[in-house]
């Protein structure tokens, strides 16, 4: 992902990305039909298709934050959980350890400090490392994740996910992680079909929630309804 300065180049970076994923997934359907849906191509359409709602809601957001650092905007006029995805990226070792007592004191000091002068300076984070992203989904995108993901954004988790939480949790991840693994579940073409148009759906939802943010700078102090 190149840096991007403006709405325009997010909107095109977001529907790059959302455009080879439809692709992927139209291709994977059409080799399915053309072989009378055999059980292995289902299978592996429906592994795919659960990735690419992972990668689409990673990079859409990734791609805000990245366009958040193109903006040149002081610490101080960004939300406190923008600021927070910075420090999170530079400290994440700092708090391994489970347990208020294993936290010391010096650590926490330590990333007071990196806030301090994140709020003194103008925001920069890079986002092109794909394997280390600035705003991680864990390699499985549940409601808890969709919903931590969304607060930070700004985003409005109950219009986008809060009513399709049980089929997410049943019928979409638990299923992905069982082929995934290794296990022997067999996906109907009916299933298979409608986690396909609940994907497509979802991921232009959230890309649409994202632009819409962009617009409106949500990402700023003063837009921050919680404040």
């Known amino acids: ?21 439809k692709k992927e997934i139209a291709d994977f359907h059409s080799l399915c039909r053309f ?3 055999p059980p ?5 359409c429906f592994v795919m298709v659960c990735a690419h709602f992972e990668g689409a809601i990673k990079f859409s957001s990734n791609a805000y934050i990245d366009f958040i650092s193109g903006q040149s905007i002081n610490g101080t006029d960004l939300k406190p959980e923008i600021n927070a995805i910075a420090v ?13 007592e294993k936290v010391k004191v010096s650590v926490v000091t330590e990333v007071l ?29 549940t409601p808890d994740v ?33 082929i995934a693994h290794g296990g022997q579940r067999p996906i109907t073409d009916e299933a298979l079909e409608e986690v396909a148009n609940f994907v497509l759906s979802k991921i232009d939802a959230y890309a649409s929630a994202i ?10 102090r003063v837009n921050d309804n919680s404040a």
């Open 1 to 21: 992902m190149q840096k991007i300065r403006n709405l325009e180049e997010l909107q095109n970076e977001i529907d790059s990305d959302l455009a080879w994923r």
């Open 35 to 37: 072989n009378n849906n």
């Open 40 to 44: 292995c191509l289902i299978r592996a």
């Open 88 to 100: 999170r990226k530079k400290r994440h070792h700092s708090f391994a350890h489970t347990g208020v």
């Open 113 to 141: 400090k990196e806030y301090d002068s994140l709020l003194n300076g103008t925001f920069c984070i890079r986002t092109s490392n794909e394997s280390e992203p600035a705003l991680p989904t864990g390699g499985n995108p």
């Open 146 to 178: 969709l919903k931590e993901m969304t607060k930070v954004l700004g985003l409005n988790y109950n219009a986008l996910f809060e009513a399709r939480e049980k089929f997410i949790n049943s019928e979409l991840l638990n299923p992905r992680h069982s």
């Open 211 to 220: 632009m819409e943010a962009a617009m409106n700078d949500i990402h700023l």
